[in-house]
């Protein structure tokens, strides 16, 4: 802890979808993507001293078409059963 700044780790669950938004604090960093007790999750180390905003993703499998105009910034890939998966935040 910073005076009244809070640097944490949380996760995320998730559900797969081509879209999904995830609230978390304003600025959260993604820090590794991976599927945990058949749930796929995301850690984010964030600054609980910041509003929660929704963090808009999009998803793609290997071997699916990606929008180039949609696709956004790459966060990080990982693997869901049989699947591999790619996030990236739009």
Not at 45 to 53: F, G, H, K, L, Y
């Given at each position: 802890m910073i005076g009244d700044i809070v640097i944490v780790i949380h996760k995320y669950p998730f559900n797969i979808a081509?879209?999904?938004e995830i609230?978390?604090?304003a600025g959260a960093t993604v820090l590794h993507v991976a599927e945990q007790g058949g749930m796929s999750c995301l850690w984010a180390?964030?600054?609980?001293?910041?509003?929660?905003?929704d963090h808009k993703f999009r998803i793609y499998g290997t071997g699916h078409e990606v929008d180039r105009s949609e696709h956004g910034v790459y966060v990080a890939t990982w693997f869901a059963g049989p699947?591999?998966?790619?996030?990236?935040?739009?």
């Open positions: 081509d879209r999904i609230p978390m604090h180390i964030v600054d609980t001293a910041r509003p929660i905003v699947f591999v998966w790619h996030l990236f935040e739009a």
